[in-house]
């Protein structure tokens, strides 16, 4: 047998190496620098040249398509095997990090840094699983393509472009979720809702800066003294055990109540803070828009209010209310909602806007889809037998998930890690990390179903 881990292990400086180089690049969506060939910013762009720069050093073929994505072409075969990852990341707090937020920093036995456990590392593991294999003699049905995008964080036009310019692969896989391997993912809606409200004594609300992060920061500027508010904010942050502040900004009092950020697809994980600042705005004043967040959103992050909640062969519905901007009495709601295909999108909408129209809300919204693949397939039973191999984890079987991926945007193609089960890497949080030893282990699992894949 083979052993893929050691051959890791003969190539894990230089992972390090190429990891770090791709983290200490900001590739967060910019649209102030965008540009020709460069359609998500300077960062985005700047981390596209640098993996594009790796498969030239080691002598593959690369293929830039316009700045939305790029490829590597590794090796021989009739068909291709695609392993589909992404280089951008969602921002960062200015605090609460203890280490660089851009960067690839080694503490023991732990990384730390935005992008190392999504996705820079596990799709840097992947790729140098693809050279581990590449290397190897043995008649294949399959060339491996790593293609990696920069969009995948705000919706995933990167990748959409690319096969509107590129064939799709015969199969492939994403490293972008959780092992085992991933089966299903929810259909997932992202609405944008717009409205005017009476301001009353409330001047503006903040917080929030994705559909699918849970927002950890939430402000509101109200007219009035802070000896007006102090008694019962202070009463509203004991009760819930939360942190925050209230002082005087100029002529008017601020109040910051702070959460715990967390991924979209798993908002029950997270305090919101925007959702837990609108309960208490909703106790000492008088405004439509804090009274439907209020009503629809606090404490309930399956859509029980909201009439959605469902449980079907994909898992419960989420709903993360990820962004609140309230200012001059206009207001924008942005949310993710992820659900089992027995929800239908149409149902979905009706229901929503429902409620929402009652109060005076726009809405503009985007639909993915569902994806499910047969768990008995060659390709769903070969990429978990690589991962029993290589963790002799008999007790955690292919899965479905709330998280969307590159997967759904090709036919037969699914997420394979790299988070592994019980872990939690803090992705979307301050102090993303991963553990080396994981890192290395999934280019080995990655490496053994490569190798079971593409060879004839």
């Not at 292990?9 to 102030?32: A, G």
């Not at 939430?218 to 009035?224: D, I, M, R, T, V």
């Not at 909703?282 to 439907?292: G, H, P």
Request: net charge negative; with cysteine.
């Amino acid at each position: 047998m083979i052993d893929f881990y050691n051959e890791v292990l003969k190539e894990k400086e230089n992972l390090l190496t190429d990891l770090k180089t791709l983290c200490q690049i900001p590739s967060v969506l910019d649209k102030s620098t965008a540009k020709e060939n460069q359609p998500f910013g300077a960062g985005c762009r700047q981390a596209l040249d640098a993996m594009l720069a790796i498969g030239k050093r080691d002598g593959f073929v690369t293929d830039d398509v316009d700045g939305y994505a790029g490829s590597i072409d590794i090796g021989e075969g009739e068909d291709v095997f695609g392993i589909l990852g992404h280089l951008d990341v969602v921002p960062v707090n200015k605090t609460g990090w203890n280490y660089p937020q851009f960067d690839a920093t080694l503490d023991g036995d732990r990384l730390y840094g935005r992008g190392v456990a999504d996705d820079k590392g596990p799709l840097l593991a992947a790729y140098y699983a693809a050279k581990i294999v590449n290397r190897m003699q043995f008649d294949r049905r399959y060339k491996m393509r790593v293609i990696f995008g920069c969009d995948e964080e705000n919706g995933s036009s990167c990748v959409d472009y690319y096969f509107k310019h590129r064939p799709y692969p015969a199969m492939g896989f994403t490293p972008d979720a959780d092992f085992p391997v991933v089966y299903g993912e929810k259909a997932i809606s992202q609405y944008t809702l717009s409205g005017d409200f009476s301001q009353h004594d409330i001047i503006g609300i903040y917080g929030g800066k994705r559909f699918n992060v849970v927002p950890s920061v939430a402000e509101a500027y109200l007219k009035g003294d802070v000896k007006d508010y102090e008694a019962s904010f202070k009463a509203f942050l004991a009760q819930y055990s939360l942190k925050g502040m209230i002082g005087k900004e100029g002529n008017v009092v601020k109040l910051l109540v702070k959460g715990r950020s967390a991924h979209g697809s798993m908002p029950q994980k997270g305090i919101n803070a925007v959702v837990y600042l609108c309960h208490y705005l909703n106790s000492i004043s008088k405004n439509a828009l804090v009274d439907f967040v209020d009503r629809y959103f606090f404490e309930d992050t399956s859509g029980k209010a909201l009439g959605i909640a469902n449980e079907g062969r994909l898992g419960t519905t989420t709903v993360n209310l990820g962004v609140l901007n309230y200012k001059e009495g206009h207001a924008q709601i942005k949310l993710d909602i992820r659900y089992s295909d027995e929800l239908t999108h149409k149902k979905l909408q009706e229901t929503l806007m429902s409620h929402a129209k009652e109060v005076g809300f726009n809405e503009k919204h985007n639909d993915t889809d569902a994806l499910y693949v047969d768990p008995n397939s060659e390709l769903v039973t070969k990429l978990h037998a690589s991962y029993v191999e290589y963790t002799n984890d008999h007790d955690h079987h292919p899965q479905v998930i709330g998280g969307g991926t590159y997967a759904k945007e090709m036919p037969n193609c699914v997420a394979f890690g790299a988070e592994f089960p019980g872990r939690d890497n803090h992705m979307h949080e301050d102090n993303e990390t991963i553990l080396l030893d994981e890192l290395l282990k999934s280019a080995a699992i990655y490496a053994k179903a490569l190798y079971d894949l593409i060879k004839k």
